[in-house]
């Protein structure tokens, strides 16, 4: 990992930017953490629309956990920002775009090209990022996962026995084979999920919810669009964190 800026954020928390090998991120950090009080540490997920137009958000909520003592960090998601993009994927959303401008269903070739080669790719991103961040001093486990791609969170909550609780917010495509992948989940779930979407098929967010072996899950519906979350909804996830992490 190396370190390519740093700053400290007018509420107090330390912002370092980074890149691990050809992938861009950002970690925040309290000022109150330290190598003898290190701060559990949250990633970040979000939609692959590029670290600098989720910028706003993602810094929003790397304050908010930063007050509840926790560093946050995210990485750039294959094929988004600066990173080299795929044809077949671009492809996939040209699909996408062309299906929902015509009203026509979206079929499940296009949700699998669309979505699987990125979770295959991204997930080992994440615990390679994951590596690295437990080795620096002041962050420790354990961690929490917050955040889209679904399918990703999924994956992750699968795979990597580090995270130990999530947040997921619902609205992505998700692809059969994640809801069979979902059955495997037995960590503790904070499934958000808004409910006038409009990019989200409502009735798979709930059937994926149903689908996860946690034995402790809670759903929270909420009217609006996609970007419309409210801030009660922000705080009871924060407060499952805390329950959880700390």
Do not use: C
């Not at 912002?15 to 950090?29: A, K, N, Q």
């Not at 044809?87 to 296009?110: C, K, N, S, T």
């Not at 090209?113 to 962050?139: F, H, N, R």
């Amino acid at each position: 990992m190396h370190i390519t800026s740093q700053q400290r954020l007018d509420d107090g928390v330390d912002e370092s930017r980074f890149t691990l090998g050809d992938i861009p991120g950002i970690l925040w950090t309290p000022a109150s953490a330290s190598a003898s009080v290190p701060a559990p540490l949250i990633l970040l997920g979000h939609p692959p629309l590029g670290l600098r137009a989720m910028y706003p958000r993602l810094a929003a909520r790397a304050r908010h956990a930063a007050a509840d003592g926790f560093a946050t960090a995210t990485i750039e998601l294959p094929g988004s920002g600066d990173r080299p993009r795929w044809p077949a994927v671009e492809q996939a959303r040209g699909d996408l775009r062309r299906a929902m401008e015509a009203g026509e269903p979206v079929g499940d070739e296009i949700v699998d090209a669309l979505v699987l080669p990125l979770v295959d790719k991204a997930v080992p991103e994440w615990q390679a990022a994951l590596d690295a961040l437990l080795s620096l001093p002041g962050i420790a486990g354990p961690v929490g996962y917050s955040g889209g791609v679904i399918s990703v969170g999924v994956r992750l909550a699968v795979v990597e026995p580090r995270v130990s609780a999530a947040v997921l917010f619902a609205g992505s495509l998700v692809p059969r084979a994640t809801f069979e992948e979902a059955r495997r989940v037995t960590i503790p779930l904070h499934v958000l999920l808004q409910w006038d979407d409009e990019g989200n098929d409502r009735q798979a967010s709930l059937d994926l919810f149903d689908a996860f072996g946690s034995e402790e899950k809670s759903l929270h519906a909420h009217l609006g669009g996609h970007t419309g979350v409210p801030q009660h909804a922000g705080d009871a996830a924060s407060r499952f964190l805390v329950r959880h992490l700390r």
